[in-house]
């Protein structure tokens, strides 16, 4: 993570260059922020437009925010629905169904304690016209893992592209999302992963959703896994996780460990992690 020290010469270069061409920051000149400095703008930045997401089923509104030097977009969800039977038009249907903004900012905490919030965008709670909900860092992508299959776009990179989502699918697997759909992996200009819009995450199941998802894990996201502390976990999701929901998070966390060092013993570690 970049520190205060480390960005702030070039944010206030960025500034100077700003009053002296005599116009905000655009999104492009925002790359050396710090998650502080982007979570800060986030809740107190002005919102000066607004329009809706093109994709989507939660009425995901595309902000844009402004506080005189920086501007920059945010995706904003404040579904919050709640049904003790949820029927969907394929015939299934889900008892105790959520559908909640709180998930992502709760995803977000998850992800900094295991060390994946490099690939999960920042989410903030914020209020906009009475409504409260998630607000997230507007992405730089070029696509999502629909379009990229559809297109049937490789990769330049096979080996680092497999680890990251690896990655995602351990961390899948840890929220337990219910619509793991692949228009929530985004790709950036330069293959970067970020995984999105965890609204249906956080079910209470003791169980893997897919344990087949897990092939491989990396070293460090393992070890971070095994080091996550349930009293940690939830002095920072108690706003927006019920007990049960961090108990089953915990069980899960404990099934994933589990995985893996089977994988260990059966196969060898250089097989397993990376």
């Known amino acids: 993570m970049f520190t205060l020290r480390q960005s702030w010469p070039k944010l206030l270069l960025a500034v100077l260059m700003s009053v002296a061409f005599g116009g905000p920051l655009t999104a492009d000149d925002t790359s050396d922020l710090t998650r502080e400095q982007i979570k800060q703008f986030l809740l107190n930045a002005k919102i000066v ?13 595309r902000l844009t925010l402004s506080d005189g030097t920086l501007t920059h977009d945010g995706s904003f969800q404040s579904i919050d629905e709640h049904v003790p039977v949820k029927k969907f038009a394929d015939g299934h249907s889900e008892v105790r169904f959520v559908d909640s903004y709180k998930y992502n900012i709760a995803a977000y905490a998850l992800a900094e ?91 209470t199941n003791h169980q893997l959703r897919d344990p087949k998802d897990l092939v491989h894990c990396d070293r460090q996201l393992l070890e971070r896994l095994k080091a996550l502390k349930a009293d940690e976990f939830s002095a920072k999701t108690k706003a927006y996780l019920t007990k049960d929901e961090i108990s089953a998070v915990m069980a899960r966390r404990d099934l994933i460990v589990q995985v893996f060092q089977k994988m260990i013993a059966d196969k060898g570690e250089k097989e397993v992690l990376y």
Do not use: C
Request: net charge neutral; aromatic share 12%; proline share 6%.
């Open 113 to 203: 304690l295991v060390g994946l919030d490099d690939m999960i965008p920042i989410y903030v709670e914020r209020q906009y016209q009475g409504k409260n909900g998630s607000l997230s860092w507007w992405l730089n992508v070029k696509m999502d893992e629909v379009e990229r299959v559809s297109k049937k776009l490789e990769p330049p990179d096979p080996d680092a592209w497999n680890n990251q989502m690896y990655k995602v699918r351990v961390f899948d697997q840890l929220v337990y999302d219910n619509d793991p759909n692949l228009t929530n992996v985004l790709i950036a200009p330069d293959w970067k992963i970020w995984r999105i819009d965890f609204t249906r995450a956080f079910r």
């Open 49 to 61: 437009s607004t329009h809706h997401s093109k994709k989507g089923i939660t009425d995901t509104l």
